[in-house]
């Protein structure tokens, strides 16, 4: 069986990972020839051949002998870059790259269809859940009616910690840090927009269009305090960060925010550093995956899957979308728990108040509105049966 | 593109969703040209073109012209002979038929090794879920320690209503049978055996070894009775029938059998007819799957991304399996809940005794040797962690 040579950018935690599983293993009968890195005199904790290390992108680029590129660097425009120019030279490419694929999906895809060459990366959405196959393969002759996903363990953990460990967001937050779960400027996970990245992603495997990210409504775990802990630890009910897409009449709906969930959804298991991922389609109905999201090795073995893929000359094949299929900036009115506010807010349908809390009926657009004038305001979306639930109970209590 | 074609056997509740699927999507570039049957005169919901059945076998598999053969009858044996022959004639075979595999495995693969062939059989375990898949491309390159497996719907739909609504064993089971769940014969399903089919199946993918069901022990759903249920309920409980394996030093070792689960484990949320799969593997820790376990399109579907791999010509690759590896007839001692005999039980060592009940701790190849005595006897496996939280709620009983 022909071998196939490979060069690779990036040594960091994924890098490595990949550098060194294909090294041990033969059976993949694919080489890393050499290795574009910013720094070639760092320590490393494992062996390198002489030579194969390198700061000139050309090098890798404009080798002639090698099969394909994998690209693992963190920053995406760097990252697009090198892509595009793998594209032009004629490579396909294996990249983990979630932020240059959210932003460059489009382009990135036009430009692989151009130069006929291929590009995956499955590394780069929930780690070693392998969710675009799933997505791709499986449900190729079904139609995707949702998606609902926990993706990002950063943000999961610290709500993990928050509802079960009565800790604070701040304390949370540093022990995820101390854990090596959380960057040391966590602004991308809590936020909501790594979430966002990666939902971006899976709508294009779901449904078939491109969004562009910043098109999604987003409402982080930042600004979440003990008002919700407090509400949720009553009502026996987790919180967590949930970026979902809906297709309601071949209008695709998306948004991020963090969700009231009970022990009867799947994501109520779902804790600390693990992600999941529900898929609702036509036929298969109801699909939940549940696995580690993120970490060298996880991510590594999703990038070593696509370059069977490659190996395999295998395709994403997306030529059965339908046309009428568009991204809607409209979302459905539901039910909140809002909190963070000073002042009375105007022009929004109350349901139930408390001093510190109300709760709503209102859509992620006209909250998003209402942020601006409220810094520190923050929803969490309740369900219908969630609320039916929690109702109950109140008039239980009133009734008394 | 090449335009495939194929060779149909069976056209039941799974052979007329894949003829649907391939005939209203051109995109697959598959036709069916011809399909053996039973019964040409049957009537059916969908139109056939003139001549496509055929009761000859041989018409199909002496048809030069065919690519593949999709094998989709209910006898194991038959469906054997077919896809031997199938094999001896050059054909790569995709089947959904989890009895004929797990009986023949180790001889299918060697025959279609022999005869150059492909063997695919994703719908023969877990319908919708890609489960094999996921054994096979995520964790090539990771270990898999254990491997536990809610397989069956039937039983799975009993044990929710005999749990949720108070049914007994026999009003579920025909519950399930009106739904058309079950079959008319339910043996099966029931007495876990088809749970071991697919867990024999799982086993080679997991770990690379060929293990004959036979060899798995085994205790269904079938004895079990209102003095379990109300154990269960009592604790918060629900009852699953789960066929694990588990790769210890080497050693595989499989059962089937019921178990009692709590609200904290994935398998919880599994209820009525969906399957749910728990993958454990070195790097890449847990991974949990959920889905729709059989049917028509669920299973449909399977097939139809097998043929997916067919056409891009994929193989399942064993290579890497340690030598050393072995299944071993020895089981782990564990907690049990029993119940079900008349007599006193001699040689075994009991926790915990009322009169209906014993909890035990024992293995179960024992417990099969019991069982010889006492043919009403059943068991149910109950975790440390569940053992202890029910023994702290007996001794604060105790103490009042």
Redesign the interface.
């Known amino acids: 069986m022909k071998k196939f040579k490979a060069g690779l950018f990036g040594l960091g935690v994924v890098g490595s990972g990949v550098y060194t599983?294909l090294k041990q293993?033969e059976?993949?009968g694919i080489s890393i020839e050499k290795i574009a890195v910013k720094n070639i005199n760092k320590q490393r904790d494992f062996d390198l051949p002489n030579g194969i290390l390198t700061t000139e992108s050309d090098e890798i680029l404009n080798n002639e002998g090698l099969d394909f590129i994998i690209e693992l660097i963190n920053d995406p425009e760097e990252a697009f870059g090198i892509v595009k120019k793998a594209f032009e030279k004629g490579k396909s490419v294996v990249s983990a790259n979630k932020k240059m694929v959210a932003l460059y999906h489009q382009e990135l895809f036009e430009l692989s269809e151009k130069h006929g060459v291929k590009f995956f990366y499955e590394g780069a959405v929930c780690g070693?859940?392998?969710i675009l196959?799933?997505l791709d393969?499986?449900f190729?002759?079904?139609t995707v009616k949702s998606l609902k996903a926990i993706a990002n363990g950063t943000c999961n953990f610290i709500l993990s910690k928050m509802v079960s460990e009565n800790q604070d967001y701040d304390s949370a937050l540093k022990d995820a840090q101390d854990l090596g779960f959380a960057e040391l400027d966590p602004y991308s996970d809590v936020s909501g927009e790594d979430t966002r990245f990666k939902l971006a992603i899976m709508i294009y495997h779901a449904f078939g269009i491109f969004v562009h990210p910043n098109k999604i409504p987003l409402q982080g775990i930042n600004f979440l305090d003990e008002n919700l802990v407090q509400f949720a630890q009553k009502h026996q009910l987790k919180i967590k960060l949930i970026g979902e897409a809906h297709n309601i009449n071949d209008k695709i709906k998306a948004k991020v925010e963090p969700q009231l969930v009970s022990?009867?959804?799947?994501f109520?298991?779902i804790e600390n550093e693990?992600n999941g991922i529900l898929v609702d389609a036509e036929?298969?109905?109801?699909?939940?995956?549940?696995?580690?999201g993120a970490g060298s090795?996880?991510t590594a073995?999703?990038v070593?899957?696509n370059l069977?893929d490659l190996k395999?000359?295998?395709a994403i094949?997306k030529?059965?979308v339908k046309k009428e299929i568009e991204y809607s900036n409209e979302a459905e009115k539901e039910i909140y728990f809002l909190a963070g506010f000073n002042d009375e807010i105007p022009e929004i349908e109350i349901l139930d108040r408390e001093d510190a809390y109300y709760i709503v009926n209102s859509d992620i657009y006209h909250l998003e509105k209402i942020k601006k004038k409220h810094p520190n305001l923050y929803w969490v979306k309740i369900s219908q049966d969630i609320y039916e639930k929690i109702n109950a109970v109140l008039n239980n209590l009133k009734l008394r």
């Open positions: 599983a293993n059976k993949y070693s859940i392998p196959r799933l393969q499986h190729k002759s079904d022990e009867k959804q799947n109520y298991n693990y036929f298969t109905a109801e699909q939940f995956v549940k696995g580690k090795f996880p073995l999703a070593l899957s069977k395999y000359n295998l094949s030529s059965s």
